[in-house]
């Protein structure tokens, strides 16, 4: 089991939170807002502050800037697509 991932020298960075961190920032902010689409939940985020959310559709959404109230954008149409691309990143700087 994975409980959290961090990888800081990958173009602005990725950090998949730990779960303990994701509920409490579901308990103080609640849950993401995004037209068009199921409540997601923040998850992850990079280097510059952008958070990544999960929604009840399985779709991954990334934050314009650096804010849990601004618009967010697709990132990826699942996790597995998400982390596939990550993959795809990290072998091409290897």
């Known amino acids: 089991m994975i409980s959290e991932v961090s990888f800081p020298d990958l173009e602005n960075g990725c950090f998949v939170h730990p779960a303990s961190l994701v509920a409490d920032h579901f308990r ?7 037209d068009g689409e199921e409540p997601a939940v923040v998850f992850a985020s990079d280097g510059g502050g952008h958070l990544f ?36 990143q990290i072998n091409s700087q290897l």
């Open 28 to 34: 103080e902010y609640g849950a993401v807002q995004i």
């Open 53 to 88: 959310a999960l929604a009840g559709s399985g779709r991954v959404w990334r934050s314009t800037t650096a804010s849990w109230f601004d618009q967010f954008d697709l990132a990826a149409a699942s996790l597995q697509e998400l982390f596939e691309g990550l993959s795809r």
